[in-house]
């Protein structure tokens, strides 16, 4: 494999357009310094590569990472490339690099830098996946429940099964204004789409209401004497708080 | 193809617009009518403020315990692990919907807020109040699940037959599958508990004071053999329902998470130790899930209790559920804690690193040989790190940097391990600089009169005399005159 210093690949920022990377940097035997989007941050002197995206391509990589690494894998790298992490499309690559030689052991390669930094990245995505999973907050409107939340990671793929399987009878709506989609269930099915806008009707008066009871049962519950916000603020960040009605 | 590819974007070529209004002219009405739309009564803001503030006290909060996946035609989930949906201003996790039935009560315990004797705003929810109020709260995600508690109203029976008819209410006509954590009242008939652990996820008891010294005095309408027998009986419905389960599948699950239970900490002389064995007997001969501590907060001023004007002991409270931490999840025993010679914690030092600097002939351990059990046992090193420990040193051995990768509290676990037979450069095994080493910003913040610099090991005796002896009712001790005055009416612990 040739190790090129200025060698940078930049692909569609799909997981699919991902996956081809890692295809093509084995089908060219070249090992890109960088994976970017269109529009990333590239070096002066960099050798630059547009990959394109072949569904064929994706799936191969896809089967791959199974058949060499283990099943635990596929999720492990679809979750990572869901985290915020920075340059993670270089540090999945190298990992699955990885992977393919060392296995399943790879996962105990714990003080590995690389492999240090997918795991805390994949449970920092748990993590706040887990914590939306309480501080979710919807809104009814006229028979329709509607949630807006603003997280670092993409949490929705993993937050869409958990709210469908809650309340299959009903109609609900997640929206993630910062990576602008959204999670759509009905009776009939989930549906995790693409959303650059999301408007909404003022809330009728039973709303109200019941928001009103969520505010005084939320800080009634609270004990006086063992006031401790620091404490509150650690279990619960202030980044949450703005789309949660007991802070509205 | 596409299946897999559970993150669509291209989002930057598909991109549309969703208005609410697509979603709404399309959507199937929620199919129970009853519950839409429907404005909550008038005075239920009221009633919700009065039985939320008398029910705030009960400690035990959690939705662990069950997972429960939903069904068609239902309303909810339950998840193993629990969900907190939100935390007060306290810190605690707001997890249920917890309230009481009524805080009209026929009881006068006198370290209760709803005792009959107080002068305070009196309530009760119907059943279908309450029911409500739940489901509403449930489908904005407020809350897990309910958490149904009451005062006794008339006797023990009609209370929890008014309670049994609001969660037959939930489960069965407003078709809720979330969780319910209900409790079960002292003295209630056996067949009433029969009937409530068939519609709830989780029953406890609270048993309130770890001696019966304590409940004679400062709640004499209760009896101990009340409390313990819905504790047996639940355990042995469990018990039964799972040699059911065995058979039939589908056999109806009886408090499927479990039991748990409250005590009272401060508000009586009984030391760590009583509380700790009483515990580690509740784990081990009651299968309970969880023993909550409840640090007294001083509500009612009556010789009996701890002045009305000193802070709840929240140290101590905080020093005991590390403890109950090392004996659920880190194998150790209520005597490898808390012994004859010292009944109590030392509060200035959580009781792991307590432990492991009077065992310092047990260390340091060899981070890359020692068996998971070993490892647990080191102060710095917790269930998470332990396991990855064990994993990473699969594929090489490990080294310091190595350790601080995987979550090892350097700080605290320098002073125990070796890694590749070397101890951390600097470091100093002696119980002086060890205990200088191990106390953090915080222990000292809670100390009010200790500072680091000045400790000494040689101290810790001294400090445990001070800190764990007696002195203020602030660390939930009863001053000294007041224990000298129980020396002995509390030698016998509840009876388990």
């Known amino acids: 494999m040739l190790d090129n210093t200025n060698l940078v690949y930049i692909y569609d920022g799909t997981l699919e357009g991902f996956l081809c990377c890692v295809y093509e940097s084995y089908a060219r035997s070249e090992i890109p310094q960088d994976i970017c989007t269109e529009g990333g941050q590239i070096g002066l002197f960099a050798e630059v590569q547009w990959v394109r995206t072949d569904m064929g391509h994706a799936q191969k990589v896809y089967e791959s990472i199974d058949r060499k690494i283990c099943l635990e894998a596929q999720d492990f790298v679809k979750n990572a490339f869901l985290t915020c992490m920075e340059n993670k499309e270089i540090l999945i690559y190298r990992f699955m690099r990885q992977g393919y030689k060392y296995g399943r052991a790879v996962f105990d390669r714990l003080t590995d830098d690389t492999v240090d930094r997918i795991t805390k990245a994949v449970r920092n995505l748990q993590r706040e996946a887990g914590n939306l999973k309480g501080f979710v907050r919807f809104t009814v409107y006229d028979g329709v429940m509607v949630s807006c939340i603003a997280p670092k990671n993409i949490v929705l793929p993993l937050l869409s099964d958990h709210f469908a399987d809650r309340y299959p009878d009903e109609t609900f709506l997640i929206y993630d204004r910062i990576h602008q989609m959204a999670v759509v269930h009905k009776p009939e099915g989930t549906l995790l789409t693409s959303m650059s806008k999301l408007t909404l009707p003022p809330i009728d008066d039973a709303e109200k209401a019941y928001q009103t009871l969520w505010k005084c049962f939320q800080h009634t519950v609270a004990i006086e004497e063992r006031y401790n916000p620091k404490c509150q603020m650690n279990h619960m960040p202030k980044r949450f708080w703005t789309d949660m009605t007991e802070f509205a | ?496």
Not at chain 2, 6 to 31: C, E, G, Q
Not at chain 2, 355 to 380: D, I, K, T
Request: glycine share 6%.
């Open chain 2, 1 to 496: 193809m596409g299946r897999f590819f559970f993150y669509p974007v291209s989002a930057f070529t598909r991109t549309y617009v969703l208005y609410y209004t697509d979603i709404k002219r399309t959507h199937v009405l929620y199919n129970s009518g009853r519950l839409q739309g429907r404005e909550p009564a008038v005075d239920i803001l009221e009633k919700l403020e009065i039985l939320t503030d008398a029910a705030k006290y009960d400690v035990a909060c959690t939705s662990s315990g069950v997972d429960r996946s939903g069904r068609q035609g239902k309303t909810g989930s339950a998840v193993a692990c629990g969900i907190c949906h939100s935390f007060a201003a306290d810190g605690r996790c707001i997890s249920l919907l917890k309230v009481l039935m009524t805080n009209q009560c026929v009881y006068d315990c006198k370290y209760c807020v709803n005792r009959s004797s107080r002068e305070t705003p009196r309530a009760a929810f119907t059943p279908h109040e309450l029911a409500d109020l739940t489901m509403n709260f449930y489908r904005r995600n407020f809350i897990e699940g309910l958490f149904l508690s009451s005062a006794v109203m008339k006797n023990p029976d009609y209370t929890t037959e008014r309670m049994i008819q609001s969660i037959e209410l939930l489960r069965n006509e407003y078709r809720f599958n979330g969780y319910i954590h209900v409790k079960a009242i002292p003295g209630t008939d056996n067949a009433l508990i029969q009937r409530m652990g068939l519609l709830a996820d989780r029953m406890s008891v609270n048993i309130e004071f770890p001696s019966e010294m304590g409940l004679e005095k400062l709640a004499p309408q209760k009896k101990p053999e009340a409390i313990m027998r819905p504790m047996g009986l639940i355990r042995s419905g469990i018990e039964e329902n799972t040699s059911d389960l065995v058979l039939y599948r589908h056999a109806p699950k009886f408090v499927p998470a479990g039991q748990s239970t409250q005590l009272i900490v401060g508000a009586t002389p009984d030391s760590d130790r009583k509380i700790l064995t009483l515990s580690e007997g509740l784990y081990d001969k009651y299968k309970l899930k969880r023993v909550f501590f409840s640090a007294y907060n001083p509500v009612v001023s009556d010789p009996l209790l701890p002045s009305i004007l000193s802070a709840p002991p929240l140290l101590r409270e905080h020093r005991l559920y590390q403890a109950d931490w090392l004996m659920r999840f880190y194998g150790f025993s209520a005597n490898e804690i808390v012994d004859d010679k010292n009944p109590n914690m030392n509060l200035a030092i959580d009781p792991k690193c307590s432990w492991a600097l009077r065992h310092l002939e047990q260390f340091p351990v060899e981070v890359n040989r020692a068996s998971y059990q070993r490892l647990l046992r080191v102060p710095g090193i917790g269930v998470q790190s332990a396991r990855r420990i064990v994993q990473a040193r699969r594929a090489g051995s490990l080294d310091f940097e190595g350790l601080r990768k995987l979550g090892v509290v350097l700080k605290r676990a320098k002073f125990f391990i070796t890694c590749q037979g070397k101890v951390t450069e600097g470091v100093i095994i002696q119980p002086d600089t060890v205990l200088r080493g191990l106390l953090s910003k915080n222990d000292l913040k809670m100390l009010p009169a200790a500072s680091g610099d000045q400790m000494s090991f040689t101290d810790l005796p001294e400090m445990a005399r001070v800190m764990g002896g007696v002195p203020t009712s602030a660390f939930g001790y009863l001053p000294e005159e007041r224990t000298n005055e129980y020396a002995g009416q509390y030698e016998f612990g509840i009876h388990i």
